[in-house]
């Protein structure tokens, strides 16, 4: 059972660099970790996906260490706009495709 | 192209009640996820489908829920006998097909039992 922990909110000023952490110790091989943006009263929305070392995007980073039981998305250069709740979700094929959200990080950017 | 579309986007209803809930996903999506969002549980599975099938319904949180996908598109779940605790946002995500693939999301049906 994949249980993902985040921290519950962060502060960050305009244009600095934001790393949010999941831990997801028990994490079971062939998971996927995937980070999503939420807005009040919207979706999650896709942000960033992978498996294992590092995958970039337009958008972000994410870093993922050799033995996967946690991971950091970073978002370059925040701007007021990135204030939101940033989940990630654990989950696959390992896991009978049950997929297990993160506890929720709110961003808030200060300009 | 559409994204997932639910409705209604806003339900309200007295408890006791049955209530459905809809999803479309985006066209050509094989699989597609129901999750429920609520203040005391966060982000929570309740299933999938790969076409129209549900290997697996113990994410369902109890025998008054069920969930159904018909011609591999359209998707409803149906909640019976409506309780104060059902209370939530009910999400549906759909993906190409099952696997490293992104989820997709609506923007979820809030559901509010009296």
């Known amino acids: 059972l994949a249980k993902t922990t985040q921290p519950i909110s962060m502060d960050s000023y305009e244009g600095q660099e934001v790393n949010i952490t999941c831990s997801h110790n028990n994490i079971a091989t062939n998971d996927y970790i995937t980070w999503y943006q939420q807005f009040p009263s919207q979706g999650p929305r896709f942000i960033i996906q992978g498996y294992k070392t590092k995958v970039t995007n337009e958008v972000a980073s994410l870093f993922i260490p050799a033995d996967r039981k946690s991971s950091t998305l970073s978002l370059p250069r925040v701007s007021l706009s990135d204030t939101a709740v940033y989940y990630c979700l654990v989950g696959g094929p390992n896991t009978g495709n049950q997929f297990y959200f993160g506890t929720g990080t709110s961003l808030t950017v200060i300009p | 192209g559409a994204g997932v579309s639910q409705s209604p986007s806003n339900k309200v209803t007295e408890k006791g009640k049955d209530v459905e809930l809809r999803c479309d996903p985006i066209s050509g999506h094989t699989a597609l996820y129901w999750y429920r969002q609520s203040l005391g549980q966060g982000l929570e599975f309740l299933i999938y489908f790969q076409g129209n099938s549900a290997p697996d319904k113990s994410g369902l949180p109890s025998d008054r829920f069920s969930a159904e996908r018909t011609g591999g598109s359209v998707s409803t779940l149906t909640i019976q006998r409506t309780q104060q605790e059902d209370s939530a946002v009910y999400l549906c995500?759909?993906?190409?097909?099952?696997?490293?693939?992104?989820?997709?999301f609506g923007d979820g049906t809030r559901l509010s039992i009296l």
């Open positions: 995500a759909s993906s190409l097909e099952m696997g490293p693939q992104p989820q997709h």
